[in-house]
């Protein structure tokens, strides 16, 4: 699987954006789909995640209530909807798949064999 992130951008606090996720090589199906965002300095961290096949979805607690996630069967496509946006969700925001991660496991970047190239969120105060 290739995942191709995009979406990022500048954008002042309380503004949206929504990031994108494109597979190409397989379909999304049986992937868990996990969104991480890695900030300067700091470690890769678990932001959201979204079951394709049953559509449950589970958010970090800091961007619980402003982000959602979701997924577009016929374009193979995953996104991220971030709103009411600030300064500290700014990082370069990556997507990444697994076929495999158990659910106890899906927070840790070392379970995902693929990942998209990361993409810049910017949120200015």
């Known amino acids: 699987v290739q995942l191709q992130a995009s979406g990022g951008g500048l954008v002042q606090a309380g503004g949206s954006l929504r990031l994108s996720c494109a597979a190409s090589?397989?379909?999304?199906?049986?992937?868990?789909i996990t969104w991480f965002r890695q900030a300067p300095g700091k470690e890769r961290d678990f932001v959201a995640t979204?079951?394709?096949?049953?559509?449950?979805?589970s958010f970090a607690d800091s961007v619980k209530g402003r982000f959602t996630i979701s997924k577009d069967n016929t374009k193979n496509m995953a996104y991220l909807q971030m709103s009411s946006l600030k300064p500290e969700d700014t990082a370069v925001y990556y997507c990444?798949?697994?076929?495999?991660?158990?659910?106890?496991?899906?927070?840790?970047?070392?379970?995902?064999?693929?990942w998209g190239q990361g993409t810049q969120v910017t949120v200015s105060s």
């Open positions: 979204l079951n394709w096949n049953s559509g449950r979805t």
């Open positions: 990444a798949a697994s076929s495999r991660v158990i659910a106890s496991a899906v927070t840790s970047p070392a379970q995902y064999a693929w």
């Open positions: 090589g397989s379909t999304f199906r049986n992937y868990k």
